[in-house]
């Protein structure tokens, strides 16, 4: 089969590589692979453990073409939850299987999903509803990224929540507060281009940091601060902008992996007694909550898919977003 195989940083090569073999799982034929942020950070070389030789894509929907597994037949469509837990350890036992130090994920103990076939257990697939294309479905673990961070208590409903990030993951959060609620949802980001989709989807202030005052944006939008703010971006400034914008006894949520140490003050979050929590992944429940939005289309996904090409573009297409072209979400489909 074909895979797009990171052979070194920033050389990707669509080559052929061993069928993968399902086992007592379910072989899938890959029919739309998101491009995420972590996969241009694999492409440069930066990625803390997807190293090459590694095929690349982790965000993932195709159609079964074998199955050892009672509830999938051939045919159906389903969404991959990229992570394999051991469900044996403490973490596991205590329902946080996205930090069973010895998951497995693609790229990391398991093959990338930028490939024509991928073999993966039955209890990591979600299905599709009918009329929800591939390209839909594999927008799920991206969501289901946002679902987790908004979760346990992070935004509630009458809450005003800032994201600093308006890319994928950033809008995600956005609509995601929206659903749970929030009452005011404001977004940093100085690409026009995200600006513009932000405003499109209804959110209701959207800011150029470069060119606005930041803070007194906030402040005209809530006086004493916001009750949570979403970093979505890696820029260094982002976690001292996130405390000066938060309230007293509000929340801080730290989505990316930084490219490095940071150096911030810390005092705000000590007079404001703020919380600031890290949000990695997300747990099943958390995956199958984003599937149901997908599949319900409580939240429209289609606006978010900037263009789905074939296997073959894929190191043009890598190549295109290290330059910052304008894209929200890219996805590869393997069998074009």
């Not at 837990?85 to 130090?101: D, I, M, N, V």
């Not at 509000?250 to 490095?260: E, K, N, Q, Y």
């Not at 747990?283 to 074939?310: C, E, H, K, M, S």
Request: proline residues 8%; contains cysteine.
């Amino acid at each position: 089969m074909r895979a797009a195989v990171l052979q070194e940083p920033r050389h990707v090569s669509v080559v052929d590589v061993p069928d993968p073999v399902p086992e007592d799982g379910v072989l899938l034929r890959m029919r739309a692979v998101g491009l995420c942020g972590s996969d241009l950070h694999t492409w440069r070389g930066h990625h803390p453990f997807r190293k090459p030789p590694v095929v690349l894509g982790h965000e993932g929907a195709g159609e079964v073409v074998s199955s050892a597994d009672p509830v999938f037949s051939v045919g159906d469509r389903v969404a991959v939850l990229p992570a394999l837990s051991c469900w044996e350890c403490t973490r596991c036992e205590a329902g946080k299987p996205h930090l069973c130090a010895a998951k497995r994920v693609p790229g990391g103990g398991w093959p990338g999903m930028l490939s024509e076939f991928f073999a993966a257990p039955g209890r990591v697939l979600v299905p599709l509803a009918d009329e929800i294309g591939y390209d839909e479905g594999a927008l799920i673990e991206p969501l289901a990224v946002a679902w987790h961070c908004t979760s346990d208590g992070a935004v509630m409903a009458g809450d005003s929540v800032a994201v600093l990030g308006g890319g994928p993951i950033g809008s995600l959060v956005a609509a995601v507060s929206r659903i749970r609620g929030a009452s005011t949802v404001l977004v940093s980001d100085v690409k026009s281009y995200n600006r513009e989709f932000l405003g499109r989807q209804g959110v209701s202030r959207v800011v150029d940091p470069s060119a606005t005052d930041l803070l007194a944006a906030g402040a005209a939008l809530t006086g004493d601060g916001f009750d949570v703010v979403v970093v979505a971006s890696g820029h260094p400034s982002c976690l001292a902008e996130a405390l000066a914008l938060c309230r007293p006894r509000g929340r801080v949520v730290l989505l990316p992996m930084f490219a490095g140490p940071l150096t911030v003050d810390l005092n705000p979050a000590v007079l404001k007694e703020i919380r600031i929590q890290g949000s990695t992944i997300y747990t099943p429940a958390d995956f199958r909550a984003a599937a149901r939005l997908i599949n319900t289309r409580t939240l429209d996904a289609r606006p978010y898919i900037t263009d789905v090409v074939p296997l073959d573009r894929t190191p043009a297409i890598l190549t295109a977003l290290d330059t910052g072209t304008d894209h929200l979400k890219i996805q590869i489909d393997p069998t074009r």
